[in-house]
């Protein structure tokens, strides 16, 4: 099971919440199914991000894809060691994998929408 004390969207992404800060990344089914990542894209430390908007995008040698943010704020850290090391991506997309640290906006946004790592589980079952 993913770690439980994240929410998880349907297009994969998972947020972890500590305080007014949330930090994004993707799962790793997104990865597993990404395959073999050859590029990263991610803001930088105070662009703004917006809920159901992308913040980046990630590349494949099978396919490009958009990352999604699940909630509105500013972006006060990006890990940008990812880019240059996408094993680390590929090995720990819950630990050294995380993306973008986010100061929240709208707390409200975390509250709909987002599926605890129970209902993701149920939802990655019925694909």
Do not use: C
């Not at 994969?12 to 590029?39: P, Q, S």
């Amino acid at each position: 099971m993913r770690p439980s004390d994240r929410k998880y969207t349907e297009s994969h992404e998972w947020v972890k919440v500590e305080g007014d800060v949330a930090t994004i990344g993707i799962t790793d089914y997104a990865i597993e199914h990404l395959d073999e990542l050859v590029y990263l894209d991610l803001p930088e430390a105070g662009d703004s991000v917006t809920r159901g908007e992308p913040f980046g995008e990630i590349e494949s040698v099978k396919a490009q894809s958009d990352i999604y943010s699940m909630l509105t704020g500013e972006v006060i850290e990006t890990n940008a060691a990812l880019a240059d090391n996408l094993d680390d991506l590929m090995k720990d997309p819950f630990g050294t994998g995380w993306m973008i640290r986010v100061k929240i906006e709208h707390p409200a946004e975390l509250e709909t929408g987002l599926k605890g790592a129970e209902d993701y589980e149920k939802f990655l079952a019925s694909l």
